[in-house]
């Protein structure tokens, strides 16, 4: 008579996959407070000696999460007899694509930051906060400036004259990322 092995987490897992609804394995996970590499290791186990017939698990889907990088999460369920996988969707240059426009659109303001470190701009977070790029910025406003400056008449710095102004003020907090 073969040995049966007892498995605490085996067990949990096929109870709380009994009701035949899909999780992730970080679902699963969560939800009976075992780590991660625990559960991971008992669906691949199953995987591998029962496939997706009844005693192992099956691929129903997949699910992107937000906030972690990569492809998406299968989503398992409680195997069945004749039960087969769904296929991964591929990962091409369009879902590429979205994901990095995604990315960039939600970070815009420390990819700003970061390559302004790199070009040894001077960094004004509050320009971050209100959308601008700060370097654009300041180029835009010392052109109009100068431009400005040379539209004048040469006595325009006669005493009683109104002077025009040299450069932006500059905000009491400073610049971030010199020392």
């Given amino acids: 008579m073969p040995r049966v092995y007892k498995s605490v ?11 035949n609804e899909g999780r992730t394995a970080k679902q699963i996970a969560s939800e009976l407070k075992f780590k991660r590499h625990s559960v991971d290791s008992v669906i691949i186990t ?6 997706a017939a009844k005693n192992g698990f099956v691929i129903i889907g997949y699910e992107h999460t937000r906030g972690t ?10 195997g069945f007899d004749g039960a087969v996988d769904t296929p991964r969707s591929t990962y091409g240059t ?28 001077p960094i004004n977070p509050w320009l971050q906060l209100l959308g601008m790029r700060q370097n654009t910025t300041w180029q835009t406003l ?6 400005q400056k040379s539209e004048q008449p040469v006595n ?24």
């Fill in 9 to 19: 987490v085996r067990d949990n897992v096929r109870r709380l996959m009994s009701d």
């Fill in 156 to 179: 325009a710095t006669a005493p009683g004259a109104v002077r025009p102004e040299t450069r932006p003020k500059v905000s009491p907090v400073g610049t971030v990322g010199f020392a």
């Fill in 46 to 51: 199953a995987r591998k000696r029962y496939g």
């Fill in 94 to 121: 369009k879902t590429m694509r979205e994901a990095r426009a995604r990315y960039q659109n939600k970070l815009q303001a420390v990819i700003n930051g970061k390559t302004n470190i790199k070009r040894g701009v």
């Fill in 142 to 147: 010392d052109t109009k400036q100068e431009k």
């Fill in 69 to 78: 990088g990569g492809r998406e999460a299968p989503i398992y369920q409680l």
